[in-house]
C-alpha cells in the first residue's frame, strides 16, 4: 500500500509540472507576441485601446471615480508588500517556516517587479494623454505596474490558502483574489493613465512569474518517481534469489 500511494503521489506531482511547464509555455508565447505588437507600433495604441480609453472619458461620475481611485491605490506602496508577508506567515508552518514563506513570498513580488520594470524601460510605451487621467500616474505605460503587482499578490494569497486547505474550500477566497486583480486593473483604464493592453499585459506577465516561480519552487516529478521506485524496488532487491533448491 505504501508503493503504490507513493508512485500515485509520484505521479500527481508529475501530472502537475507537466500542467505547469504548458501553462507556462503559453503565457510566455503570449506575453511575448504582445510585447512584440506594442513594440513595433513604437508604444501606439493597439486596436481596441482607443474604444476603450474612450469610453470611461465619458462615464465618470464623482463616486465611480473615488471608487476606482480607493481600489487602484490598493495595487501599489505598502499593501501589496504587507499581503505578501501575511501570504508567507499563512503558508508556514512553524516559526522557521513562516520567515522562510515571507522571505520568497517577497522574493517573488521585488523580483517582479524588478523584471516588470526592466521590461517597461525597454519597450518605453507612452501613457495615454495626459488630459484624459483622472489621477496620478509616472512613469511608462507597458506592462502596468498597478495591474502587475496586484496580480502578482493575489497569486502569492491564492497560493498561501491552497497550502491550508483543499481547492474545493479555497475558491471562495481565489475568487476574491481573482476579483480584486481584475478590479486594480480595470481601475486603470477607467482613470485614463493606462491603455487596455498594458493592463492585459501586466496580467500575462504576473501570471508568467508565477508559473515561473512555482516551477523553480515545486518537487520535480522525476525526482519524486525515482524516490518511489526506490521505495518498490527495495524490498525486491532485498529478496534472495528464487530457484530450485539444492539437494
Known amino acids: 500500500m505504501t508503493g503504490a500511494s507513493g508512485a500515485a503521489g509520484g ?26 505588437a506594442v513594440a513595433v507600433r513604437h508604444g501606439a495604441p493597439l486596436p481596441g485601446d482607443p474604444a476603450l480609453h474612450r469610453w470611461p472619458l465619458h462615464h465618470r461620475p464623482p463616486v465611480a471615480v473615488a471608487t476606482a481611485r480607493a481600489v487602484t491605490a490598493t495595487g501599489s506602496g ?10 508567507g506567515l499563512i ?6 517556516g513562516r520567515r522562510y ?11 517582479g517587479q524588478l523584471v516588470r520594470f526592466g521590461l517597461m524601460l525597454a519597450v518605453a510605451r507612452p501613457r495615454p494623454a495626459a ?62 493613465v493606462h491603455w487596455a493592453s498594458d493592463v492585459l499585459g501586466g496580467w500575462l506577465f504576473a501570471s ?20 518511489t521506485a526506490g521505495h518498490v524496488r527495495a524490498p525486491l532487491e532485498a529478496r534472495p534469489p528464487s530457484g530450485p533448491k539444492g539437494p
Open 101 to 111: 514563506a515571507v522571505a520568497g513570498a517577497l522574493a517573488v513580488l521585488v523580483l
Open 91 to 96: 503558508a508556514g508552518r512553524d516559526g522557521t
Open 11 to 36: 505521479d500527481r506531482s508529475t501530472t502537475a509540472f507537466r500542467r505547469t511547464c504548458a501553462a507556462g509555455a503559453v503565457l510566455l508565447v503570449l506575453f511575448a507576441a504582445l510585447t512584440v
Open 208 to 227: 508568467l512569474w508565477l508559473a515561473l516561480a512555482a516551477l523553480a519552487t515545486a518537487p520535480r516529478g522525476r525526482f519524486a518517481l525515482r524516490r
Open 131 to 192: 488630459y484624459d487621467w483622472a489621477t496620478t500616474a509616472s512613469g511608462f505605460s507597458f506592462p502596468s505596474g498597478h495591474t502587475t503587482t496586484s496580480a502578482l499578490t493575489a497569486g502569492l494569497l491564492a497560493w498561501a490558502v491552497l497550502t491550508r486547505c483543499s481547492l474545493s474550500a479555497a475558491r471562495p477566497a481565489i475568487a476574491v483574489l481573482c476579483l480584486w486583480a481584475v478590479a486594480v486593473g480595470l481601475s486603470r483604464v477607467y482613470l485614463g
Open 78 to 87: 505598502v499593501v501589496p508588500y504587507a499581503l505578501a508577508v501575511v501570504a
